[in-house]
């Protein structure tokens, strides 16, 4: 499935310009003090007033008032991308719900989960920009402008309305995508990897360390080893890899069970005392990750050595399996932290490589994910 086109959808075009304007106004003013009514107006008409009357030729298009001060036009700016992503959100939740009926399309293709994940994002940025710019009470025309004449607040005065709007509008609209786009999706979609990550969405060509981290996603706490991962036509789930792990357990040892190696009870009884120690330490704290950092090495070198029957490893048993997985992991997680770093940092932390794999966050780091 391509998922490259030439189209843009026209009300995400219109968001993305009025975006754009926007925050060339606020950044501007971020080189100087907050912004106030007494000089709102001359610093926003360094913005306001380009070459051949851009903005008033943006609104005018737009079907908006071209009249009024500066600050009047931006507020009529950004009332329009609030409106433009509400439309786009609704629409998108219109589109959906269609899905598979006989309907007319409203635009030449359906509406991109991305470009309204994006599109929200962007109006979110203009939105926090103005509001940690604005710090003037009397800058009523702004609240008048934007504000719907329903919107119900707690604040008596006009400064405190306007940023209790904005802080409405920013927490409003994540939920809203959030209902119609999960937060966390790490799916294949026929040539390409839908992978969403908080406040960001993109798409990944396929490829093996995709798929290797699907696997482990779908199954927290759970080790798979490599050469599971790696078998060919093998669909790792709960089920079958427990099939496959039982098959490589018959070809490593023996019929007869023995009791495990005495090297492996000690560096078991090492881990599970530094796993006590773990819980009386502050999760978050220095100390906290560099405890945790150990427990992960003290795992990985009992996974190198011994199999989990307790028994020494054959030489190099499953070696090649082990460098193709964390090859084919690692330029993986190259290629999402170019794009989604946040997602990146939170594979390197939970998501483990060696003989057996695991992806292992706390539980208040798993994530919902939709695999």
Known sequence: MMFES??????????????????????????????????????????LALPDDQVDDLLEI???????????????????????????????????????????PKYEEPIDKIDVVNSAKQSIKVADQLAGLIKDPNLLEIFKIIAPDDFVCRSTDEYGRLQEFINSYQTDIPTQVNQEIPEYIFKLMGEYWEIRFGDDIIRLKDSKGLKYINS????????????????PHVNVTSSTREDTSNQVKEKEAPRVRYAPDTVYVNMTNKIKELEELLLQLIPGSNEYFLAEKHIKMERKKRSRDFNRAGQERPHDSGEK?????????????????KSLPDLFAHLQRYLNTGFECIYDPPPSELKSWHL
């Open 6 to 47: 030439a189209y843009e959808n026209p009300l995400v075009s219109r968001i993305a310009e009025s975006a754009s304007i926007l925050e060339s106004y606020t950044a501007n003013m971020h080189s100087e003090s907050p912004l106030d009514s007494a000089s709102i107006i001359s610093r926003a008409t360094i913005i």
């Open 62 to 104: 737009k079907g908006l008032a071209v009249e009024g001060s500066p600050d009047g036009k931006a507020a009529l700016l950004f009332k329009d991308i609030l409106n433009d992503t509400q439309k786009l959100i609704s629409e998108y939740r219109e589109e959906n719900s269609k899905s598979g009926k006989d309907s007319t």
């Open 216 to 231: 482990l996603l779908k199954n927290p706490y759970q080790p798979i080893r490599s050469d599971s991962l790696t078998a």
């Open 321 to 337: 399996a082990r460098q193709a997985v964390f090859t084919a992991i690692t330029t993986a997680k190259k290629r999402v932290n």
